[in-house]
């Protein structure tokens, strides 16, 4: 980046100290818009087709398979409709908050990607406080979102939006003391440097280290879900409920906004639980250094598919809780949980020092123990499929 | 600290509401997310089908039946003949009364993977409604097959049925019941024992056994609180008699007997039981009789009133008809289950959340239609 700009400097001649500063800043803007445009608009999309093909198959339908080859750029499709639909704004909506607000979820969301890491150059910016900066900024979602509910003029949308309030409110708590336990194991809170502590192999990996650590990922992921409005925590915008909760009157590129936002936090939800608890994109040591970049990037986004995928299949196998039902699980079961974790972390740091025999025969146990449940999970499924004596089509393309 | 000021919120729910199961309106009176008061408002989809019917020939009012209950019309078709039928006194064939049967019951199986299905969306997991419209389709299919239609069917006529079996439509409701039977327990696995479903549903809306009476509920929603009432086996009509199944009733095995879960589960039973009952009538199947209508001329029952009352999937449906010797009934009056169950809603939501009284209404299983006639 900075070479480029350099260039651009001599060329144009320019050598006042602050014009010159502002060069190296209106370039940084722009790329890291383009960046964030060209990444996370199409990932959002295309994780918004992908999860409506899954969901078409576990629900044997056959999904969206019309507009381009098997349907892959319906949401292009979508996207344009959304963008030549009416602006409808209800009268009695307090107008300027009415718009403000979708940009505020937008901004929380998309900020978030400021510090997702793809590879180990191929990251914007490696912030000092990375994983304190994630908390921080996906907070801005909520405050679009009570924000919408408000300005809406709606009883839905006011009910939808306090819900949301209270519930992403709540779930930042467990959510925070599970990344508190990563920081105080990898002993920093740069989304790089956590990835730095951890090796390429399923034992080096954070989620593994300890049993605290391993529930703490689950924790993570729970909470991150409410966070994000998944089922089964879908409750700000039940549509059996609400009719569409927060965003009941909103249409066109407004709701498209929403919507873009929400996909772009179920990639989030993927790639934090890939980068902090799986070892993001680091390679086993005898890849060519030629490939690099490509291949952390691929395991990275391969890893992030983890995440994305489990929320999918929760989503369209769950049904929602009740906001009491909500509340309960968060404030009386992740939360004494999570704040367990730490300690249970910190205590295991002082017996159980890193790097020393018991800690990585712990480690391996702990891979050994989540393969088993693999296996058992498999089984599982199997007996399932054995039973219902159902014919299986595994083949994706319909 | 101030009082902080406080008011009741009233939340107008429907006509349009995504999950009111077709034009129904409720005006809730909330604080926050609890329910205060929760008034039914029925009528938005009246369409005078009584008077319809004081004002059409016996025969021509058949059709207009099935609009009462569209989700299970066969069944609609089967109360409205059987009075006609003991009114005039006109003897059906016995081939069409196994007909009959066999639709009706594969209408009830019908009907009620719509009612468990919508449950399961009201509450929010989407997967299993479209694992119950598919199984839908194909009854749906089966219903098509013999009468050519496939939600308003108009296949039960006075004096039988309007069409015989296709060659080997036997063999297909065997097929289905058959792989069906396979079905239920992988809903079952999918939804019935899902912890989160469990815990949304059980001691929701209790509905005691005297309440329930003293409501006159009817159907699966009144065996879900414990009392042993199916007019197929109590009051029998038809072929019912001949034909051996059990009741499934509510037990309280999540909660309360009489709870949500409750008018869930027994659905789910009450499938299986229209399974054995559909085998049954393929076994004892009147091969050797060809006759499936009776010889109807205009229907002009001597003057006199009757009141016929069956098992329809929602309930009772009953049907008081007064003949003064013409061809035109002189009064028509139909009861349904949905009425009753609308009417209980505003005394078992109070004090539940919102998201209760959805989970309400699509457990007692109301459809708009059969509540407005």
Redesign the interface.
């Known amino acids: 980046m900075k070479p480029l700009l350099d260039s651009l400097i001599a060329r144009f001649g320019i050598t006042d100290p602050g014009l010159t500063l502002g060069v190296y800043a209106t370039g940084m803007v722009v790329f890291c818009a383009i960046v964030l445009m060209g990444f996370v608009a199409p990932a959002a999309g295309i994780i918004s087709f992908i999860e409506r093909r899954i969901a078409a198959r576990m629900q044997s339908r056959v999904g969206p398979n019309r507009v381009g080859p098997q349907g892959v750029i319906q949401w292009v499709a979508d996207g344009l409709k959304c963008l030549l639909k009416e602006d409808l704004i209800p009268t009695e909506a307090d107008h300027l908050l009415f718009r403000i607000a979708p940009y505020l979820v937008f901004i929380g969301m998309f900020g978030a990607f400021v510090v997702i890491p793809f590879g180990s150059s191929l990251v914007i910016a490696d912030l000092d406080v990375g994983l304190f900066y994630l908390l921080g900024i996906t907070s801005l979602v909520s405050v679009g979102l009570i924000m919408a509910g408000w300005a809406s003029n709606n009883k839905w949308s006011l009910l939808g939006g306090m819900r949301a309030a209270a519930q992403i409110v709540s779930y930042e708590i467990p959510a925070g003391l599970s990344l508190l336990t990563v920081i105080l194991f990898a002993g920093t809170m740069s989304v790089q440097g956590v990835i730095r502590s951890q090796g390429w192999a399923p034992h080096t990996w954070l989620m593994f280290q300890n049993p605290f650590l391993f529930a703490s990922y689950f924790i993570f992921f729970t909470a991150a879900l409410a966070e994000g409005n998944r089922t089964p925590f879908d409750i700000p915008e039940a549509e059996s409920e609400l009719v569409a909760g927060y965003n009941t009157e909103y249409s066109g590129m407004r709701f498209a906004l929403f919507f873009l936002a929400e996909w772009a936090n179920l990639y989030i939800i993927g790639a934090v639980s890939a980068a902090v608890f799986m070892g993001g994109w680091q390679l086993p040591p005898g890849v060519p250094d030629a490939v690099r970049p490509v291949a952390e990037l691929l395991l990275f986004l391969g890893k992030s598919s983890i995440g994305v995928f489990l929320a999918i299949w929760v989503r369209w196998t769950f049904p929602r809780l009740r906001v009491d039902q909500m509340m309960e699980v968060c404030w009386k079961y992740l939360i004494p949980i999570s704040f367990a974790n730490v300690v249970g972390t910190a205590v295991w740091m002082v017996f159980l020092p890193k790097g020393q025999l018991p800690a990585s025969a712990a480690s391996f146990v702990m891979v050994a123990l989540a393969a088993f449940l693999v296996v058992l999970f498999v089984r599982r499924v199997r007996m399932n499929l054995r039973e219902s004596d159902m014919p299986i089509h595994l083949n994706p393309f319909v | 600290m101030a009082e902080i000021k406080t008011e009741e919120?009233v939340?107008?729910m429907g006509p349009h509401?995504?999950?009111t199961h077709g034009v129904l309106r409720f005006i809730l009176k909330t604080d926050g997310?609890i329910v205060h008061e929760c008034l039914p408002d029925v009528g938005y989809l009246h369409r005078s089908i009584e008077k319809i019917g004081e004002l059409m020939t016996f025969q021509g009012f058949v059709p207009y039946t099935d609009r009462v209950d569209y989700v299970a019309s066969m069944n609609s078709n089967l109360a409205y003949c059987t009075a006609v039928e003991k009114l005039a006194g006109i003897e059906v064939p016995r081939r069409a009364e196994f007909l009959r049967i066999l639709v009706c019951e594969l209408n009830r199986i019908s009907s009620h993977l719509i009612a468990v299905g919508a449950l399961?969306?009201?509450?929010?997991?989407?997967?299993p409604?479209?694992?119950a419209l598919?199984e839908r389709e194909r009854i749906n299919d089966l219903l098509e097959e013999v009468c050519g239609a496939r939600l308003t069917y108009n296949y039960i006529w006075i004096g039988g049925v309007s069409f015989d079996a296709t060659p080997g439509w036997l063999d297909k409701i065997l097929h289905f019941v058959e792989t069906f039977e396979?079905?239920i327990?992988?809903f079952n696995?999918l939804?019935s024992g899902?912890k989160?479903?469990v815990?949304?549903l059980r001691d929701v809306a209790i509905v005691p056994r005297e309440m329930a009476i003293d409501y006159s509920l009817s159907g699966p929603n009144l065996r879900a609180s414990g009392v042993d009432w199916d007019l197929r086996r109590d009051e029998p009509y038809s072929i019912y008699p001949e034909l051996e199944f059990d009741v499934p009733l509510g037990h309280g095995e999540c909660g309360t007997v009489g709870d949500s879960y409750d008018r869930f589960i027994v659905r789910v039973r009450e499938m299986e039981q229209s399974c054995r009952i559909l085998r049954q009538c393929i076994a004892k199947f009147p091969h050797d009789q060809p006759d499936f209508r009776a010889k109807v001329k205009t229907v002009k029952p001597p003057p006199g009133e009757v009141f016929v009352r069956t098992e329809a999937p929602r309930g009772e449906q009953g049907y008081y008809l007064i003949s003064d010797g013409t061809a035109k009934a002189s009064r028509v009056r139909i009861r349904t289950g949905s009425f009753t169950a609308m009417a209980i809603i505003e005394e078992i939501a109070v004090g539940c959340?919102?998201?209760?009284v959805?989970a309400i209404i699509a457990s007692l299983d109301v459809v708009a239609p059969e509540i407005d006639r």
Do not use: K
């Open positions: 919120m939340l107008n509401h995504p999950s997310e399961a969306m009201d509450v929010g997991a989407v997967t409604f479209p694992y598919r396979n079905i327990p992988e696995r939804i899902n989160i479903f815990e949304r959340m919102i998201a209760d959805i």
